[in-house]
């Protein structure tokens, strides 16, 4: 952010941001394109720009590239009507970017894969009104992080539980995707989450269950929670179906469209997409400071709320069972009340949350999940202490597999390589080749539910979900079919001195596949012994 205001600033003095040696600028107003509005102005560089204020509007770009490789692209946009989200696709692969900031500025999209030769880059609107007035290209990649993720999830404290499943996500990121589906409506599967409507899409179009499953704490709080009783049923129903997952060996995962908890409305929405939008602000849970009002009625609901929905995980804690936990996602589109009142206070109702369950309430079996709305969301991060896992939400055309691998590096850098990087909703499922081809290894993906008209799993074929859900590198919850009682002990881990794996053996020097339940481990060369 503060590299985009920078330029912002240089621009606004008149100013224009000079090329590096060997980047190539190619202007708007040059490319081919549909249904965009030229416009003439001495801000832009050459002089114009194209506007896109309708949906079907189109910009193409054609770059010819010396050699294969990776290359960064920048854009020069106008985001006179405030800030906007765009969509990029490079030769097919696609990403997307916001307008951080009104007016004329410069952003880092990330690094594309090119070939030699002629490549397209097409810019769409996702959400309309604002100006593209160029494309900068650069040889290479801007980013040298290096992935240095702990081996223990943040909470000190983690159940056995938790540790189990956050070792699992470790040991397979980078080697391993595993496979995820999102839960809608929650009538028709009586506690066996193999005949959810939703689980059954992606068997009946793969053959094989998804490892992952997506539940939603949408109804457990809010102006109707208490008195309507479909909302407690929906919401009893998915914690039924996380112990029944668990206990195949899968794993839960849990997101919370957390509904007003001034209680003003019923909605979690904060813009037109519903008749009564929710006004409230996270500052108006403070005081003028910026610290927490803890003496305020608002305060007050949204930790009644928290502590609601902790008692869910505690009741999962008692009987030995983790999950995933992702709040407060998507907070810098705007549409959701948490995200309609800047980085700073989100960051604190985030960090309120997190210290709130662990810390009051004692919540030790959660791997927790921040989701940016975008890669550029710098500002918006809680903090390494408060999460262990980095998500982006990429919802690309039907049929399209690409592997977003723009946006995983995006996340890399963003995270400063410290975090398992994952895509926690999707449409289309990402192409398990690509994934390894490009060197994107999500750690799960998620389509969107197919109930409820969703439809979310056709968005990839038949022959796609076979083919990937078949592959030795996508987990599905037949592979998982041993339980988590099988898992190799965090202990083990803890003995590691680097990132080498190692082999488990008995004093008689034969080979485990799992730790005992008790047991002394001692290193001898890359052999873990149980003595």
């Given at each position: 952010m503060k590299k985009v205001l920078f330029i912002l600033y240089l621009m606004v003095c008149g100013l224009t941001p000079t090329l590096a040696q060997g980047d190539t600028k190619l202007e708007a107003e040059d490319a081919a394109n549909e249904n965009c509005e030229l416009v003439e102005n001495d801000q832009y560089s050459g002089g114009k720009a194209l506007a896109m204020k309708e949906n079907n509007a189109k910009i193409t770009f054609t770059y010819t590239a010396a050699e294969d490789g990776k290359y960064t692209i920048y854009v020069g946009y106008d985001g006179q009507w405030g800030e906007k989200t765009v969509n990029i696709s490079v030769n097919g692969s696609s990403s997307t970017f916001q307008t951080p900031v009104p007016g004329v500025g410069e952003i880092e999209i990330g690094a594309f894969i090119m070939s030699a030769g002629d490549n397209t880059i097409e810019i769409t609107p996702n959400w309309t009104w604002y100006l593209i007035d160029y494309i900068r290209i650069a040889s290479g990649s801007s980013s040298t992080v290096e992935f240095d993720i702990a081996h223990a999830p943040v909470d000190a404290n983690a159940s056995e539980a938790a540790k189990k499943v956050y070792t699992f996500l470790y040991d397979n990121f980078g080697k391993k995707t595993i496979s995820g589906i999102m839960t809608g409506d929650m009538t028709t599967a009586n506690g066996d989450v193999t005949q959810h409507e939703d689980v059954m899409a992606v068997y009946n179009a793969s053959g094989k269950y998804p490892a992952l499953v997506g539940f939603d704490f949408m109804n457990a709080t809010g102006k109707s929670a208490d008195n309507n009783s479909w909302y407690k049923e929906y919401t009893d129903a998915s914690v039924e179906l996380a112990k029944d997952l668990y206990k195949r060996g899968g794993i839960p995962a849990f997101s919370w469209h957390w509904r007003d908890p001034s209680r003003?409305?019923?909605?979690?929405?904060?813009?037109?997409?519903?008749?009564?939008?929710?006004?409230?602000?996270?500052?108006?849970?403070?005081?003028?400071?910026?610290?927490?009002?803890?003496?305020?009625?608002?305060?007050?609901?949204?930790?009644?709320?928290?502590?609601?929905?902790?008692?869910?995980?505690?009741?999962?804690?008692?009987?030995?069972?983790?999950?995933?936990?992702?709040?407060?996602?998507?907070?810098?589109?705007?549409?959701?009340?948490?995200?309609?009142?800047?980085?700073?206070?989100?960051?604190?109702?985030?960090?309120?949350?997190?210290?709130?369950?662990?810390?009051?309430?004692?919540?030790?079996?959660?791997?927790?999940?921040?989701?940016?709305?975008?890669?550029?969301?710098?500002?918006?991060?809680?903090?390494?202490?408060?999460?262990?896992?980095?998500?982006?939400?990429?919802?690309?055309?039907?049929?399209?597999?690409?592997?977003?691998?723009?946006?995983?590096?995006?996340?890399?850098?963003l995270s400063n390589g410290k975090k398992i990087i994952a895509l926690s909703e999707n449409g289309p499922i990402p192409d398990i080749d690509k994934e390894f081809e490009e060197d994107a290894v999500w750690s799960w993906w998620m389509p969107w539910y197919q109930s409820w008209g969703g439809n979310f799993v056709d968005k990839t074929s038949s022959e796609e979900w076979t083919k990937c859900m078949g592959d030795d590198r996508v987990i599905t919850l037949e592979d998982l079919s041993e339980g988590w009682g099988t898992y190799i002990d965090t202990a083990i881990k803890s003995l590691k001195s680097d990132n080498t794996s190692h082999e488990l053996y008995d004093l008689q020097g034969r080979r485990l596949t799992k730790a005992p339940a008790k047991g002394l481990y001692i290193q001898n060369g890359k052999k873990l012994i149980v003595k």
């Open positions: 003003t409305t019923d909605e979690f929405y904060a813009n037109d997409q519903v008749e009564n939008p929710c006004t409230l602000k996270i500052s108006d849970a403070m005081n003028a400071d910026g610290s927490w009002n803890t003496s305020s009625e608002v305060y007050q609901n949204m930790v009644k709320d928290i502590d609601f929905v902790a008692d869910y995980f505690l009741a999962l804690q008692e009987i030995g069972v983790a999950c995933i936990f992702r709040p407060l996602h998507e907070a810098s589109g705007g549409w959701f009340w948490w995200g309609t009142d800047g980085a700073e206070n989100y960051v604190k109702l985030y960090q309120l949350i997190v210290d709130e369950m662990i810390s009051v309430k004692g919540v030790h079996n959660v791997i927790w999940v921040w989701n940016p709305c975008t890669t550029d969301d710098a500002d918006w991060n809680p903090g390494d202490t408060h999460y262990d896992v980095i998500a982006i939400d990429i919802y690309n055309n039907a049929l399209d597999y690409s592997s977003n691998y723009a946006a995983f590096d995006k996340l890399k850098t």
